[in-house]
């Protein structure tokens, strides 16, 4: 892909795959070709890797957890299921919005849990909506501890972000579909891999082992669920397309 972005004439070229087209800066087409550069040169650059919330660390792009936040509280899940601990910002950041609509609780899942990030998630002021559990997400073990958590009638949130190797997030998907209520959402998280293949900080073999190609696959065999965007609650713009790390994502449990 090749831009040139000439802001004396307000124009910008964009060529790609041989094909050329020249846009107006001051347009939605422009500012569509323009983000999913700064997207990429972000995540190369960990821009991501810059934020906290309410004290730990929160590796996300701000956008995905706003539009999150905009599913959460339309949706006001019991149980939100998040696979992938780190260092906890995101299941505080979950579990803040329950609190705050004095409804719901987080779960959350990891393979190793380290001392430090359980002892700080444990200390947290939203601790007393948080449950860790540690082991291999996709395992049968795992998942049933999950389950155990939740109660009849509870409606279920899923968002799968640990290994997002191709194989684990479809693995993943597979173990925890069952317990995605009906019009609720199951997210696999990081489909940007695909986008940043090529970049210093990628890796070739991301072009197809994504967290959006195991969504694809898990949508051959399941089509009780759909791929969509959630719907803005508010837009005074003409714009209509996420500016995301989590392209591919959404699975909405439709039957």
Excluded at 38 to 47: A, L, M, P, S
Excluded at 83 to 95: D, E, K, N, Q
Excluded at 191 to 216: C, E, F, L, N, Y
Aim: hydrophobic content about 40%; overall charge negative.
């Amino acid at each position: 892909m090749k831009l040139n972005i000439d802001t004396d004439n307000s124009r910008v070229t964009h060529e790609q795959n041989g094909v050329e087209r020249e846009l107006p800066l001051y347009s939605r087409e422009a500012f569509e070709v323009l983000s999913d550069l700064w997207v990429k040169v972000g995540w190369d650059q960990k821009y991501s890797y810059t934020f906290s919330w309410m004290g730990r660390p929160v590796i996300q792009l701000p956008g995905d957890l706003i539009r999150t936040q905009e599913v959460i509280y339309d949706l006001r899940p019991d149980v939100i299921v998040e696979t992938g601990v780190a260092h906890g910002g995101s299941l505080i950041f979950y579990a803040g919005l329950c609190s705050s609509m004095n409804h719901g609780r987080v779960v959350g899942v990891d393979i190793e849990i380290r001392p430090h990030n359980r002892q700080a998630i444990e200390a947290h002021e939203m601790a007393g909506l948080i449950t860790l559990i540690e082991g291999d997400s996709a395992s049968p073990e795992t998942v049933n501890r999950v389950r155990s958590l939740i109660k009849p009638g509870e409606s279920v949130l899923v968002i799968l972000d640990s290994c997002h190797t191709r194989q684990h997030v479809l693995a993943e998907l597979n173990a925890y579909h069952e317990l995605v209520t009906l019009g609720s959402w199951l997210v696999a998280t990081d489909g940007i891999m695909r986008d940043v293949h090529d970049v210093p900080q990628g890796s070739a073999d991301w072009k197809t082992d994504h967290p959006a190609a195991a969504a694809q696959d898990f949508l051959q065999i399941h089509d009780n669920f759909v791929l969509e965007q959630p719907e803005w609650p508010f837009n005074e713009s003409d714009l209509e397309k996420n500016i995301t790390h989590w392209p591919g994502a959404w699975l909405r449990r439709a039957a």
